[in-house]
């Protein structure tokens, strides 16, 4: 796991090198925000389609009838 991690923040480091060195630190940084705040949006979506898969899984479509006699 500690590997993984730091190929993950020595890779992560070099993709903002390279877009500073190809754009400027002001483009790159726009572009890591831009990164970070999609990826923010989508995790907040997949956890409301889990949070509704599992509700959906505890709820059934069909009605309900109470025994009235």
Do not use: C, E, S
Request: no cysteine; aromatic share 12%.
């Amino acid at each position: 796991m500690d590997r993984m991690l730091n190929i993950g923040i020595v890779g992560a480091a070099v993709v903002v090198l390279v877009l500073v060195v190809f754009y400027g630190p002001l483009v790159a940084a726009f572009i890591v925000a831009g990164a970070a705040f999609a990826f923010m949006v989508i995790m907040m979506m997949a956890a409301g389609i889990h949070a509704f898969d599992r509700w959906r899984q505890g709820h059934g479509w069909t009605v309900r009838h109470t025994k009235t006699h």
